[in-house]
């Protein structure tokens, strides 16, 4: 079945580089994404990858992708204080609009 | 300015009074979907809709309804609210099979508190 799981909390100091890892069970991902979610706020979509792509990078975001272990990981380089959030992986199958979502990982920057 | 709306953003009830959750979007998306996120768990989809009239179950649908009876509206229905669907739910739309590609478009949220 489908299941995406992430570690719940990760805390950096600001400055340093944080890694948000996922991991997904489904084989026939198609497109997996980061979508950051501030509190009281809605779901903003940082960056997706296409699954026949191992890296993308944007600006401070740099996606990993290892589709034979199906492991995803956001890097967020120079991490700032307002990166506080909670991230969430998300994948898309071939064969559907459904995204599924991993259970978010909160991240915690202190100066 | 392309979004999705959804109304109210903050709702308290007690159990049993039904209760509606709109959602909008003025971007002219076929498919819309609604969510709930609970700690821990992240978000698991209720309901979905391909285009109007077209609606399906999601993971998670006991307790809830939709209609889509236009493309741009697509409320959420608890005829019968309980504690158990307190929660935080999001609405979202794309383009059908862009979805794939581009993720959705989400609402600011509803943070629904049954008593």
């Known amino acids: 079945g489908e299941d995406v799981e992430q570690s719940l909390f990760l805390s950096v100091r600001e400055g340093d580089s944080s890694v948000i890892n996922c991991t997904y069970t489904d084989s026939s991902s198609t497109y997996l994404y980061w979508y950051k979610q501030e509190p009281g706020a809605g779901l903003q979509l940082l960056t997706y990858?296409?699954?026949?792509?191992d890296m993308k990078q944007d600006q401070r975001l740099t996606v990993l992708l290892n589709k034979k272990d199906k492991h995803l990981s956001l890097r967020i380089a120079d991490t700032q204080t307002g990166d506080s959030a909670i991230y969430f992986c998300?994948?898309?199958?071939?064969?559907?609009?459904?995204?599924?979502f991993g259970t978010g990982t909160r991240l915690q920057v202190f100066p | 300015e392309a979004q999705v709306t959804q109304n109210p953003r903050y709702l308290i009830t007690v159990t049993g009074k039904k209760l509606t959750v709109t959602c909008s979007q003025n971007m002219n998306h076929e498919y819309m979907s609604w969510y709930r996120q609970d700690p821990g768990l992240g978000l698991r989809q209720i309901y979905y809709s391909m285009n109007v009239e077209v609606t399906d179950k999601g993971d998670v649908p006991e307790g809830y309804k939709v209609s889509r009876k236009e493309k741009r509206n697509f409320p959420l229905i608890l005829e019968s609210p309980s504690p158990n669907q307190t929660s935080l739910y999001f609405c979202?739309?794309?383009?059908?099979?862009?979805?794939?590609?581009?993720?959705?478009?989400f609402g600011s949220g509803t943070r629904l508190t049954v008593v």
């Open positions: 998300a994948e898309t199958t071939d064969d559907t609009d459904k995204l599924i």
């Open positions: 990858i296409f699954s026949n792509m």
């Open positions: 979202a739309s794309s383009f059908s099979g862009q979805g794939r590609i581009y993720g959705y478009t």
